[in-house]
């Protein structure tokens, strides 16, 4: 009996792991793949600040975004994810060249690097777009949901042709320096 319990058990550990490893597959930094599935939708981060960053942790979804990128600071991040994903909550980021992991404390660990970020309200996708979720100020380590009007025009610039198809869901483009389909 406790045989197939544990049978059972590891079965069900494998499936988390299996389910874990193929919802990675689906959330990528825009940069490294440049393209946009029609079931995708693209979150748009802007990094403010002196301080660069190399990663950012979204929660409130199984399993969580963890998105590793090179040092970036006064630059917007554009992380793609599938359609239909709700819930998605900004967790912490790590500062470029400082230490981050975990250290064993018995049958637990407890994280050490991780700069959390909290008070953010969840973003839900429900459909193909462009959302953006916020902007993080490195510096002083808070978090504004409302963009930077003046900083909008370099994703334009950035990412322009990719964008082009997508609708603006949750902010509108400054219409002065849109020169494509991205004003909404």
């Given at each position: 009996m406790f045989r197939r319990k544990m049978k059972a058990l590891h079965f069900v550990l494998l499936g988390l792991c299996l389910l874990t490893l193929s919802g990675c597959k689906d959330v990528y930094l825009l940069e490294?793949?440049?393209?946009?599935?029609?079931?995708?939708a693209v979150l748009l981060?802007?990094?403010?600040?002196n301080s660069?960053?190399?990663?950012i942790q979204f929660v409130g979804v199984f399993p969580a975004i963890n998105i590793r990128f090179p040092a970036k600071h006064n630059e917007l991040v554009a992380i793609v994810v599938p359609v239909g994903t709700s819930?998605?909550?900004?967790?912490?980021?790590t500062y470029e060249g400082k230490p981050s992991g975990y250290?064993?404390?018995g049958y637990t660990a407890r994280s050490f690097g991780y700069i959390p970020i909290k008070g953010i309200?969840?973003?839900?996708?429900?459909?193909?777009?462009?959302?953006?979720?916020g902007t993080l100020n490195t510096d002083t380590q808070t978090y504004s949901p409302t963009p930077n009007i003046e900083r909008l025009p370099m994703?334009?610039?950035k990412y322009g042709e990719l964008l082009n198809n997508l609708e603006s869901i949750n902010f509108s483009w400054p219409k002065e320096y849109?020169?494509?389909?991205?004003?909404q």
């Open positions: 490294d793949k440049n393209s946009i599935g029609k079931d995708q981060v802007d990094i403010q600040g660069a960053i190399n990663y819930g998605i909550e900004f967790s912490c980021f250290i064993p404390i309200p969840p973003l839900n996708v429900p459909k193909p777009g462009i959302y953006f979720f994703t334009i610039k849109v020169h494509s389909s991205l004003a």
